[in-house]
């Protein structure tokens, strides 16, 4: 099973930046657009880190055979529990990934995106 088309708008801004947004939203002073980056990253080494091959890879197999485990992930890609708890959990805050409620009260990772789209602003 694969995911269905839908891209995950990222963008990148400095910790100051993304307070000064968010504070004008909370005041009603600026609002986003539909189209603005849902998700932000404070750089782009960040963003590299997290979305590296392997973690990109990671992800197609989450997307592909939603595992009802992270020991049952783990058996499909040859990493340890705890490096993907780990990753997944950071992954997770970035909102790429969610976990749900899976067999034996196991939590199951689910990836809700086939893709990401970086916005950059100069």
């Known amino acids: 099973m694969t995911v269905d088309t839908k891209i995950l708008k990222v963008g990148i ?11 004008a939203i909370a005041k009603g002073q600026y609002k986003p657009t539909p189209d603005e980056p849902k998700v932000w990253f404070q750089s782009l080494e960040t963003l590299a880190k ?9 992800l197609a197999t989450i997307a592909e055979t939603n595992p009802g485990s992270l020991d049952e992930l783990a058996a499909k890609t040859g990493r340890a529990v705890s490096n993907l708890s780990r990753t997944l959990r950071t992954m997770e805050g970035y909102g790429l990934v969610h976990f ?7 939590l199951a990772p689910r990836v809700d995106y086939s893709g990401v789209e970086l916005a950059v602003s100069f």
């Open 50 to 58: 997290v979305l590296s091959e392997s973690n990109r890879e990671l």
């Open 13 to 23: 801004a400095s910790r100051e930046e993304y307070k000064a947004r968010t504070i």
């Open 100 to 106: 749900e409620p899976g067999p034996h009260r196991r």
